[in-house]
């Protein structure tokens, strides 16, 4: 499991790096970014981050790109549920449950409201 996590982390840390445009719910912005997240799609994880981390993405060369996509090419087995969710202001915490290689864990993707829309800042595997 701390291979599966030290990986996840690795590719959380490079997708934070890539940057935003949100989604109506803190839960739309969750299922938009797994969904990116499975399908390899880098640009589509770009939108569900902060406008100030969006450069990383948008900056990247077609060679990263494509090393990135290959990492993210074992993701595709992840399956997700969303147990929950609390807002507060501006600031909002998802609980997920998260299954990948058989091993299911539990842990809150943080969110922020930025420009009328909601935006992954940290937490599960982003």
């Known amino acids: 499991m701390r291979k599966i996590l030290t990986v ?14 949100g989604a109506s719910s803190p839960e739309d912005a969750v299922n938009g970014m797994f969904a990116a997240l499975k399908s390899g799609d880098i640009d589509a994880m770009a939108q569900y981050l902060p406008e100030a981390d969006r450069s990383e993405i948008t900056d990247m060369s077609d060679e990263e790109k494509e090393m990135m996509q290959g990492m993210l090419s ?7 549920e969303i147990n929950g969710t609390e807002i507060d202001g501006d600031i909002a915490v998802v609980t997920i449950e998260i299954t ?6 539990e842990d809150e993707v943080e969110l922020m409201l930025e420009n009328g829309s909601w935006v992954v800042t940290s937490g599960g595997m982003f």
């Open 8 to 21: 996840l982390g690795f590719v959380g840390l490079v997708v934070m790096a890539c940057g935003g445009g």
């Open 74 to 80: 074992m993701m595709s087995a992840i399956e997700y």
């Open 100 to 105: 990948i290689f058989g091993e299911t864990d």
